[in-house]
T-cell receptor, first 114, second 111 residues
Framework: NAGVTQTPKFRVLKTGQSMTLLCAQD?????MYWYRQDPGMGLRLIHY???????AKGEVPDGYNVSRLKKQNFLLGLESAAPSQTSVYFC?????????????FGPGTRLTVL | GEDVEQSLFLSVREGDSSVINCTYT??????LYWYKQEPGAGLQLLTY?????DMKQDQRLTVLLNKKDKHLSLRIADTQTGDSAIYFC???????????FGAGTRLFVKA
């Protein structure tokens, strides 16, 4: 089992270009999350989904869009990239329900916007 | 409001104990976590504690929770160079979809 995978691992964009980051899971978990990690700021939640066909805004959603058309995939889109979106992006998944349920993270996508 | 605070850096000598501290603000938080991030990788759960516990021990790891002060700590005994990583404190309330992460403490272990 691959767990949580992210595509691509690295990307360099020019300002104004668009791209889509793909998160895929084989864990059959309901909840999926997109975070960005910046030095000294930890993880900030961009968007999340509590099930197929649903999405919700997190702490820093501006400039990003998401879709969850299939349970196993969660896509993060940048329509017009800006240098402020240079960051490392992590996807995470979690089981639904109460309990300690941890989040399982992908390996990250390092994005540079010039 | 939701906020989790940690110091950004800690440096210890190999063999010493490391103590990483965290404060949180949401008294409704039920689940408190410590995640570890090694270079170039995603976060992995290291340990956790329920809010109705004061202490949890797991081999070299000891988690202490002071619920009155909303203070959480992670002690690593006999710290090894392989423990060098970023450690994130996190909290989640009962019924919550979101886990709130601190900024992470970068642990340096000197040989």
């Amino acid at each position: 089992n691959a767990g949580v995978t992210q595509t691509p691992k690295f990307r360099v964009l020019k300002t104004g270009q668009s791209m889509t980051l793909l998160c895929a899971q084989d864990m059959n978990h309901e909840y999926m999350y997109w975070y960005r990690q910046d030095p000294g700021m930890g993880l900030r939640l961009i968007h999340y989904s509590v099930g197929e066909g649903t999405t919700a805004k997190g702490e820093v959603p501006d400039g990003y869009n998401v879709s969850r058309l299939k349970k196993q995939n969660f896509l993060l889109g940048l329509e017009s990239a800006a240098p402020s979106q240079t960051s490392v992006y992590f996807c995470a998944v979690k089981e639904a329900g109460e309990g300690i349920y941890e989040q399982f993270f992908g390996p990250g996508t390092r994005l540079t916007v010039l | 409001g939701e906020d989790v605070e940690q110091s950004l850096f800690l440096s210890v000598r190999e063999g010493d104990s490391s103590v990483i501290n965290c404060t949180y603000t949401d008294s409704s938080s039920t689940y408190l976590y410590w995640y570890k991030q090694e270079p170039g990788a995603g976060l992995q759960l290291l340990t956790y504690i329920f809010s109705n516990m004061d202490m949890k021990q797991d081999q070299r790891l000891t988690v202490l929770l002071n619920k009155k002060d909303k203070h959480l700590s992670l002690r690593i005994a006999d710290t090894q160079t392989g423990d060098s990583a970023i450690y994130f404190c996190a909290e989640r309330r009962t019924g919550g979809f979101k886990t709130i992460f601190g900024a992470g403490t970068r642990l340096f272990v000197k040989a």
